[in-house]
């Protein structure tokens, strides 16, 4: 069995950087695990300007900063597979995989980083049936499809939205080509904007529908219409519609820390940590894994300060 001082898992950019603080705070032999076969996870559908800051001084795409960030790694010959898929951990941090290449491996360390970041999932805050219709997205759904694939969810979009991620999908849209017949949201629009929402709206004439839920949607095979219920009068509306966006909530990847016990924060649903620690020695756990739902309204997610304090419990045990 290979032995490594670290082992990370999952490529997007919060276990990129924690690699890399790990690389310049001295650990030598350092294994990334990511299951997709590229790096960079949600940020290579964020196409707009604001990453990448601390690392090189002024704010880039999302892509342009994990390309940055993955010429470092390769530079620095850190070990890295991708396409690989973790499919167990122990508490004594063996790490058992399976890819295309190698068949299923175990691979030992002398500390693991968790870095599996989180995923859009329905928790019931949704109360219309999304089933049966076409034309229905999450908005991450929506941002890679757009971003990455190069496609239109539809012609004619009604969004609903609870933060800046519902607003850069309205911009992008219309950027397109695209209508958008108004953004839903369920509280007052004061409450919500600060200064980067409305530099992503500037100059687009967003509807936006404030104190407002959809609560019906309408049509044959594929949607054609939504109802929205104004949440102060009651007074409802239509708007006809080709797709409709939803803002669902924002799980952490918690398989594996369920695996081997570690203590989940009840708010977060990732773990609970202590200056990066886990409940278990030698577990350190960074980015969108340990902020949940936070991390949709956070300016920048790394791991470089992760990556840090995973190097110091390894040169203490050697």
């Not at 690989?84 to 951990?89: M, R």
């Not at 019931?124 to 997205?137: A, D, M, Q, R, V």
């Not at 499809?145 to 009604?158: A, D, F, Q, S």
């Not at 530099?199 to 609560?215: A, H, T």
Request: glycine share 10%.
């Amino acid at each position: 069995m290979l032995k490594y001082d670290l082992i990370v898992i999952g490529g997007g950019i919060s276990g990129m950087t924690a690699a890399l603080g790990a690389l310049k705070s001295g650990v030598k032999s350092i294994l990334i695990l990511e299951r997709e076969n590229s790096f960079g996870g949600i940020l290579n559908q964020c196409i707009h300007n604001g990453f990448g800051e601390k690392f090189l001084g002024h704010k880039v795409t999302g892509p342009e900063y994990i390309n940055f960030i993955e010429e470092r790694l390769r530079e620095s010959h850190i070990e890295i597979k991708t396409n690989s898929n973790v499919l167990k951990i122990t508490d004594d941090k063996i790490v058992t995989y399976v890819s295309s290449e190698e068949g299923i491996n175990d691979v030992n360390a002398d500390a693991i980083i968790l870095a599996m970041g989180a995923r859009e999932v329905y928790t019931g805050s949704i109360i219309i049936p999304t089933n049966g219709l076409t034309g229905i997205f999450t908005l991450g759904d929506a941002h890679r499809l757009i971003n990455i694939e190069g496609y239109l969810p539809g012609k004619r979009t009604v969004i609903s939205a609870k933060n800046k991620w519902g607003f850069l999908v309205a911009r992008r849209l219309i950027i397109e080509g695209g209508l958008v017949e108004g953004v839903v949201i369920e509280e007052d629009f004061e409450s919500l904007r600060d200064d980067e929402i409305d530099d992503i709206i500037d100059g687009f004439n967003i509807n936006i529908i404030e104190n407002s839920r959809v609560i019906e949607v309408h049509g044959s095979s594929r949607i054609e219409r939504v109802k929205i219920i104004n949440l102060k009068d009651n007074n409802i509306t239509e708007k006809f519609c080709d797709s409709l966006l939803l803002s669902v909530g924002f799980r952490p990847e918690n398989t594996l820390l369920k695996m081997i016990k570690i203590d989940i924060n009840k708010e977060t649903l990732g773990p609970n940590i202590n200056d990066f620690n886990t409940s278990i020695d030698g577990f350190f756990a960074c980015g969108n894994l340990i902020n949940g739902e936070l991390s949709l309204i956070m300016k920048e997610v790394d791991g470089l300060n992760c990556g840090i304090k995973a190097a110091d419990y390894i040169k203490k045990i050697h």
